[in-house]
């Protein structure tokens, strides 16, 4: 029986393979039918933090701000990145834990998974590995993670409550969560919640800030933090009943 938990996650597993199967655009399949090409990643990153980031990473850039700046990443750590895509934030963590360091990025589209692979392969980075699954149902081991990253991705799931409930799962007593993610102020109007090209556009599936940090504390976190708060105007087309957007970065941490 299909649910309609089902049929967002095949939206977004649609956009998304469309876009890793375009070329030269991060900015949607639309983009590549055109021809046309943009830098995602020249608002969230600074140059130097993408100096050497293969553009073929940078242009598939989905994010919504920075996670990586933010989580103090140190050498020999293991970090799990939720909803990896083309593998942007893993490449720029890899470096950062170092060779006795270990990424892992986790996504359900394969073609992203492919794009991500290849782009591991061709930037020679082999502390990095990527995996197909769900956010919601993490291919990871308990306990084996050090820090959690995300960029724009948990917005997308329906069920954001497990997903919290996940990584708290696969952290390490101490372990840290890190995320950039599009939250609201106010609600978005039925027809748009009804509109699965929406949710899939990182837009309607946004929760209100308070609510999304209810959730992770119900998941167990402590010490939970908004690094930033800005407004997402630019990030995502504006629609009539649609409340203002907002990109936020959370700090948190699993209990010791």
Known sequence: ?????????????????EI???????CGPENAQTGGDCDCSADIYDAITLDGIAS????????????????GLQPGETVLDLG????????????RVGPGGHVIGVDMTKDMIKRANANRVKMGVANVEFRLGQIEALPVEDASI??????????LSPDKAAVFRE???VLKPGGRFSVSDIVTEGQF??????????????IVGAIELDEY???VEQAGFIDLEVSSKVRADGIVERKEGMPALYSARIIARKPE
Not at 20 to 26: E, I, L
Not at 146 to 155: A, E, G, Q, R, W
């Open 189 to 202: 109007a039925p027809s748009l919640q009804d509109d699965m090209e929406q949710w899939a556009a990182c």
């Open 1 to 17: 029986m299909t649910t309609d938990n089902d049929l967002i996650h095949d939206a977004v597993k649609q956009r998304y393979g």
């Open 167 to 169: 990584a708290f799962r």
């Open 84 to 95: 990896s895509g083309g593998g942007i934030d893993c490449f720029l963590a890899a470096p």
């Open 146 to 155: 050090d820090v959690i990253l995300s960029n724009c991705v948990i917005n």
């Open 56 to 71: 073929d990473v940078t242009n598939l850039s989905l994010g919504c701000g920075d996670p990586v700046t933010i989580a």
């Open 20 to 26: 890793a199967r375009s070329v030269g655009s991060c």
């Open 213 to 215: 940090l209810e959730l």
